[in-house]
């Protein structure tokens, strides 16, 4: 059984930042891929930064130069820096991880529960 748990969101002011992370536990063979994703009330779940476990790092196009994503490999960990928060920042974040629970076993993506980034003055 794997668990993704996330932690480090809140309210901040335009221009603000906030640091999430996102800690695996569990049944863990191997991570894949670690990311985040966000959903806004009346949108679809999109991809913020997602990044292969040493691999390079993509963006969305709405955060190149204002996120970044890092992951501790040693503790199964990913971090999305936001600098420069926007109102339209403003949503529900969710981690993501595609791991291996066993050495014959096929990636899964995983989620966690979400955290609330509210971008507002």
């Known amino acids: 059984q794997v ?3 996330e932690s480090g969101g809140g309210l901040v002011q335009p221009g603000g930042s906030l640091r999430l992370s996102c800690a695996a536990s569990g049944s863990i063979f191997s991570i ?17 930064a997602r990044v292969p ?6 963006y969305a196009d709405s955060v ?3 996120f ?3 992951t501790d490999n040693a503790k199964n960990t990913v971090y999305l820096q936001m600098d420069s928060l926007k109102p339209e920042d403003t949503a529900v ?6 791991i291996r629970v066993e050495f014959i076993s096929s990636p ?5 529960q979400g955290t609330q980034v509210t971008v507002s003055s």
């Open 3 to 5: 668990q993704l748990v």
């Open 32 to 48: 894949t891929t670690m990311g985040w994703y966000r959903q806004a009330p009346g949108n679809e779940r999109e991809l913020v």
């Open 53 to 58: 476990v040493g691999g390079i790092a993509n």
């Open 64 to 66: 190149k130069g204002r």
């Open 68 to 70: 970044t994503i890092s």
């Open 93 to 98: 974040y969710y981690c993501h991880a595609v």
């Open 108 to 112: 899964t993506g995983y989620w966690g």
